[in-house]
């Protein structure tokens, strides 16, 4: 069902090769449909969106402006709300809240030598457009963790795109999330056509500045393509977790976060790296066991034999060497003293430290968003966060004194680069100053 591979052997070079996942090799077709789809959008506008969205979505509309949610709707799904799900999703909203605020960027100053002030100005991005799928589930969470940092920032538009289903009904409690969330406005539009829509506008949808929020290849293709016209926040790729676990993990709680990544898609990926070869046996008969079980069997059982793998490694020393190899989206630190392989984490997406701590509170209810980087990207990116909605300018504010020290170090490197005008610029100010 899931394979092993031992890092004492093999070494740790081998098996980050072994886990390795290739580039993404996208079918021509693919690539050529999502781009016909965002120029035809970016081309016929309302029209090209209602011809998509009853291809693809199975919804006729009568008129693009049927495409548009109404007011009404949402508030109609939040009042249709359960006690217990609205008490969730609120719960939920305000530790994003929270947490957000707690890392949002600060406008600052600070005064030189000469009285010359230099800072920086925080603004928040004025139109952000938030994508949130459909398909094989809902998903309210991904519109608190995409909207609520997005109204901590200060964006005074939040536009939400979903995809309908056939009669153009939109799931009440992604509705009823949005709500809660702070959304301003929303469209049944799903796939690469909603994304093309948000990034270009029609007659009916204003464009956006910014897109965030995950997606099937489609989406995530169609981004790449609008990247420049607008601010994106990543090309994600299938979920991910790695388990780095030592010998007092329970095997039960191990399986259990294996799964519950597995059971995501068939491309997610399971990774346990222990330096416990005994707990092995005891993880593959409770994955085996709760496997059996799991309403999603199929999917995390693909996912499982495709992607997962018990790894043992000599240390936990080289547990950390090869998790940050492979700089997963979500990292787990199942050991005794998770806090003593803290500091030696470089790429993770997001942490979760010690054995109350599971993965699935990160996707839910701790507070910073579930919208990570993957496929080894943690590397070079960061999850997204209240900084990704706003935009900053740098403030300069020079005075004589500070003009006139700058003077003689402006003239030699306008110099060098040949840039006379540039020179001349400066001297016009220096009242007098003929050096």
Excluded: C
Excluded at 322 to 331: I, K, V, Y
Excluded at 369 to 390: N, Q, Y
């Amino acid at each position: 069902m899931i394979r092993t591979l031992d890092a004492r052997s093999l070494g740790v070079e081998r098996v980050a090769s072994a886990l390795a996942r290739p580039p993404a090799r996208v079918a021509p077709e693919i690539q050529r449909a999502v781009e016909g789809i965002v120029d035809a959008v970016r081309e016929r506008g309302d029209a090209e969106l209602l011809e998509l969205t009853a291809r693809f979505d199975g919804f006729s509309a009568p008129a693009a402006a049927a495409l548009a949610i109404p007011r009404g709707e949402f508030e109609a799904a939040e009042r249709a709300l359960s006690s217990a799900a609205r008490a969730a999703l609120v719960y939920a909203a305000e530790r994003i809240e929270r947490y957000h605020a707690a890392a949002l960027p600060k406008s600052w100053r600070v005064t030189d030598e000469h009285g010359s002030v230099l800072g920086q100005e925080v603004r928040p991005i004025e139109r952000v457009g938030i994508y949130v799928p459909g398909g094989r589930a809902a998903y309210p969470s991904t519109v608190l963790m995409t909207a609520v940092p997005a109204r901590v920032a200060g964006v005074p538009e939040i536009v939400l795109a979903t995809p309908p289903g056939p009669e153009g009904r939109v799931n009440e409690t992604v509705l009823a999330a949005a709500r809660i969330a702070g959304v301003t406005e929303g469209y049944r539009i799903g796939g690469a056509q909603a994304i093309a829509a948000l990034a270009y506008g029609t007659a009916t949808i204003r464009r956006v500045d910014k897109i965030v929020g995950p997606g099937n290849i489609y989406v995530a293709l169609a981004k790449s393509r609008v990247f420049g016209e607008v601010g994106i926040d990543m090309v994600a790729g299938p979920s991910e977790v790695v388990v780095v676990a030592d010998g007092g993990a329970d095997p039960e709680e191990v399986a259990a976060d294996l799964l519950a990544q597995a059971e995501h898609d068939p491309m997610a990926r399971a990774v346990l790296i222990t330096d416990a070869s005994d707990l092995l046996p005891r993880i593959g008969v409770a994955l085996e066991r709760q496997l059996a079980r799991l309403p999603r069997r199929a999917i995390a059982a693909e996912a499982l034999a495709a992607n997962g793998a018990l790894v043992v490694v000599a240390s936990l020393d080289q547990a950390v060497e090869l998790a940050n190899r492979l700089a997963p989206e979500h990292l787990e630190l199942l050991v005794r003293v998770p806090q003593a392989l803290l500091p030696r984490v470089r790429h993770a997406g997001a942490v979760f430290v010690g054995g109350q701590t599971p993965e699935v509170v990160g996707d839910y209810v701790a507070g910073p968003s579930h919208v990570l980087p993957t496929a080894g990207t943690a590397r070079f990116s960061s999850p997204l966060g209240a900084e990704d909605f706003v935009k900053r300018s740098s403030i300069i504010e020079y005075s004589r004194a500070g003009l006139a020290a700058a003077l003689p170090h402006l003239r030699t490197l306008t110099d060098i680069e040949g840039l006379g005008g540039h020179r001349a610029a400066a001297e016009v100010r220096a009242k007098g100053d003929t050096a």
